[in-house]
């Protein structure tokens, strides 16, 4: 598998905070492409209209330029272990004491800190490195945060009334082949995201958000989340996700 690289995390302007309160924790946040990317920035930039803390602090990992399609979540993980410096590009481990000196975030705390890696259950061939993913983060300091089958899920969560549609057809997602979902939307287009579409004019799958039309209805996504599974190991086979119980730890 190809390695990835991770980019070092962008200085934030956080002027708009108290600037003498020191930092309590940081959640850093690594994801499978541009739609979870772009809401989780979506998230850090109105910490404020969040009601989230000043002393919590959130960085959007993102990839090195030119590897943005490297999305498997186990290459996620690999890449922040090596900026973790609890591992280096070739995979060996780093001895306990060499690890700060090697750790490419400032001030990251480990005992403190909170590192999740966002990813789809739905990713192609994940089911050949499952097991590898959740033995990896109980070994480490790493969050998996999984949606089922993918993050599509929890944006349409935001929206009322999400026990109107079939939990079978959520999880199945299938593709609109030969119409036979919508009469008036491409074939190639999925379930998920032709209902998501639907409720935010101009959203394509993989793109990104445009964040306005969620951050009013992220405490409806919360709430409805909890109709479903939420538990990351139950969520390899159940429909559901755990954003809305990270939102609820980075709220709290």
């Not at 995979?91 to 490419?104: D, M, S, T, V, Y």
């Not at 949606?147 to 935001?158: A, G, K, R, T, V």
């Amino acid at each position: 598998m190809k390695k990835l690289n991770l980019r070092t995390p962008k200085k934030f302007n956080y002027a708009d905070e108290t600037d003498s309160i020191p930092v309590r924790m940081c959640f850093y946040c690594v994801s499978e492409g541009a739609t979870e990317e772009s809401y989780f920035r979506g998230i850090r930039n109105n910490k404020a209209k969040l009601q989230i803390k000043n002393d919590v602090r959130i960085e959007v990992i993102e990839k090195e330029k030119g590897q943005e399609t490297l999305s498997h979540p186990l290459q996620l993980i690999h890449a922040c272990l090596v900026q973790m410096g609890y591992i280096d590009q070739d995979g060996h481990a780093i001895p306990e004491n060499k690890r700060n000196e090697l750790c490419k975030w400032d001030n990251y705390d480990a005992e403190i800190d909170r590192v999740c890696v966002i990813f789809d259950r739905d990713y192609r061939n994940l089911d050949e490195t499952i097991d590898e993913i959740f033995a990896l983060c109980e070994q480490y300091p790493i969050e998996i945060v999984i949606s089922n089958p993918n993050f599509e899920l929890w944006l349409l969560m935001h929206f009322p009334e999400i026990q109107q549609y079939s939990a079978k057809m959520l999880l199945e997602n299938k593709k609109n082949l030969r119409h036979q979902l919508f009469t008036d939307v491409s074939k190639d287009k999925k379930y998920l995201e032709i209902l998501v579409s639907r409720h935010a004019e101009g959203y394509a799958k993989g793109n990104k958000i445009k964040f306005e039309k969620f951050l009013p209805l992220i405490p409806t996504a919360i709430e409805q989340a909890k109709l479903y599974c939420e538990d990351t190991k139950r969520l390899v086979h159940e429909l559901g996700t755990s954003v809305g119980r990270l939102l609820e730890e980075i709220k709290s």
